[in-house]
């Protein structure tokens, strides 16, 4: 094996001579971040489209009677 | 308008991110619900100035900053659709916060910026925070399976990029069940059609056979992979591909991939 053949610090592996290691300070971009968003809605969208629980409806009752007094 | 009425058309989408937020549905309805009982006891604590939606989120942020309802999301009962809830707890509050009220709510850096009481300048450093957080959390063991050495290298050079580690290049079906039998995997990219005339769809059933691991496809000839037999949620990309199409579909395999670390909790 030449002594070109791997930088240095990189594990040699049985059976496996394109091991490559992360680059360091990596982070998702704005791209793969946006990605992720759309699919976490999807994933809540069943959320959105029920109707909300009644206890928030009678609290916003209550609110708008607190409003209404005030 | 009463803030009754005008928080009422936004109080859907305040419980998604509550529920994104904290990792559980009743987690985040209590603190919805905290944040109307604030509402009802001090209206002030609506700011009037600001458009409703930027000043519901911000009271809301306001109380789940300033209290803990003690309702830990393994105490609640999980529901199906919170794959993501395991990696987005992971994340440092106050950047999981800007990531959401950004990419999950839409707001702008501006909005979110309002929504935070903070500068903008602040807003883009906690995103970073956010990307860099996700990066680390996701950090993959990938295996390519890919017969074309160029598209084999434009592969490794981008996962490597976005922080994972290439555990090997197998260009047959035989290669790649050698190099799982070797090492395992926690992502696996595959080409169908490889060198030797063997198929990435069969070292992949056969890989399936024996690990559970997420698999993105990627292939000129999509078709091939529609024969409907497919057990595992796969991903599937067609060549030739952008490289940010690949960043992204990685990103989202293992992001809403919490199998390893949902087992590692449970042991816990």
Same mark, same amino acid.
């Given at each position: ?70 | ?38 509402? #009802? ?23 789940? *900053? ?18 993501? *809830?395991?990696?987005?707890?992971? #994340? ?13 709510? =839409? ?9 935070? %009481? ?8 906690? #995103?970073?925070?956010? =990307? ?11 295996? #390519?399976?890919? *017969? ?12 490597? %990029? ?21 090492? !395992? ?66 990103? !989202?395999?293992?992001?809403? *991939? ?11």
């Amino acid at each position: 094996m030449g002594s070109q053949s791997k930088p240095p610090g990189q594990q040699p592996m049985e059976n496996d001579d394109r091991e490559a290691e992360a680059k360091p300070g990596a982070r998702v971009d704005a791209n793969v971040r946006a990605h992720l968003g759309r699919k976490l809605k999807t994933a809540y969208q069943s959320l959105i489209e029920e109707p909300v629980p009644d206890r928030f409806v009678k609290l916003l009752d209550e609110l708008r009677n607190k409003e209404g007094k005030s | 308008m009463s803030i009754a009425t005008a928080v009422a058309p936004h109080l859907p989408y305040l419980r998604r991110f509550a529920r994104a937020l904290t990792g559980s549905q009743a987690s985040g309805d209590a603190y919805v619900v905290a944040v109307l009982e604030a509402f #009802i006891e001090d209206p002030n604590a609506f700011a009037r100035d600001l458009p409703a939606r930027i000043a519901l989120y911000r009271a809301f942020l306001k109380v789940w *900053d300033s209290i803990s309802l003690n309702m830990d999301a393994s105490d609640a009962p999980t529901e199906d659709a919170d794959s993501a *809830d395991c990696n987005l707890d992971a #994340i440092t509050p106050r950047p999981r916060q800007a990531f959401l009220l950004m990419a999950l709510e =839409g707001f702008s850096l501006s909005e979110a910026a309002q929504v935070l %009481d903070l500068p903008p300048q602040e807003i883009k450093a906690l #995103i970073d925070q956010a =990307g860099a957080e996700i990066a680390e959390q996701i950090a993959a063991d990938i295996l #390519i399976i890919e *017969d074309e050495p160029l598209i084999a290298m434009d592969l490794e050079a981008l996962v490597t %990029d976005v922080g994972h580690r290439v555990l090997g290049v197998a260009r047959t079906h035989a290669e790649a069940v050698a190099a799982v039998a070797n090492r !395992q995997p926690s992502l696996v990219l595959a080409d169908i059609q490889l060198a030797d005339g063997s198929s990435g769809l069969e070292a992949v059933n056969e890989i399936l056979s024996t690990i559970t691991v997420p698999v993105i496809f990627i292939t000129a000839y999509p078709e091939r992979l529609l024969t409907g037999q497919k057990p595992e949620p796969t991903f599937l990309i067609t060549k030739p591909f952008q490289p940010e199409t690949v960043k992204a579909v990685i990103s !989202q395999a293992l992001f809403f *991939d919490t199998r390893a670390k949902r087992s590692g909790k449970e042991a816990a």
